[in-house]
């Protein structure tokens, strides 16, 4: 039960916002009581620190297995928006705003761990692509990968619409490829480009 929980609460905190579901309207939407809730989480808040917890393994269980499938570094990063796009499109409002605006300490843990896991992925790709022939082999990787988790990050902090964040970070991920990618990562990027509209 407590699992079934976790599930519906997250579902609905991702469609409909993280302040506006309410105990009440989760026990609702499962035909359950309020109290078989407050059984397995003492308040809203412990509920939702435990859905962004499933939220963020299941997005690093689902980037292992593209990072698996051994595609070139660039292909590799379209892969992971597309699943971000999959995963959000039900999405109203922006998780992380939200969680930023009404749960802050909640925010701040969730996105020391994100950064540290984007680390890691970013660099990796970076690496991947250098070897590939598709980035650049001069450049600082560290400076880059910053450069680039400050700015996702801060697409997600300050952008309220979950589908204008998904258009900019597609923006983002062409401008952060553009400045590291040798001219046949150029070609690349543009093929991806293209595919992803599709």
């Not at 609905?12 to 989480?41: H, P, Q, R, W």
């Not at 950064?115 to 890691?120: N, S």
């Not at 660099?123 to 598709?134: A, F, M, V, Y």
């Amino acid at each position: 039960m407590q699992e079934k929980i976790i599930r519906k609460a997250t579902e609905m905190f991702l469609k409909l916002g993280f302040k506006s579901v309410t105990m009440d309207d989760i026990a609702g939407e499962m035909c359950i009581s309020k109290k078989t809730i407050y059984k397995y989480f003492t308040n809203k808040e412990v509920l939702i620190a435990e859905g962004t917890a499933i939220i963020h393994n299941k997005i690093q269980q689902i980037i292992g297995e593209i990072v698996a499938k051994n595609l070139n570094a660039i292909e590799e990063n379209f892969e992971i928006k597309k699943m971000f796009r999959e995963m959000f499109k039900s999405a109203d409002h922006s998780p992380i705003y939200q969680l930023k605006r009404y749960y802050p300490e909640i925010h701040e843990k969730l996105i020391a761990t994100e950064i540290e896991d984007c680390t890691t992925i970013f660099d990796e790709n970076i690496q991947k692509g250098i070897k590939q022939g598709l980035y650049r082999e001069n450049i600082d990787i560290k400076t880059f990968v910053k450069f680039y988790y400050t700015l996702i990050f801060s697409l997600h902090e300050t952008t309220q619409r979950e589908n204008e964040i998904l258009k900019l970070e597609i923006q983002a991920l062409e401008y952060h490829t553009r400045a590291i990618a040798t001219a046949e990562g150029i070609i690349e990027l543009e093929k991806q480009l293209l595919n992803y509209n599709i």
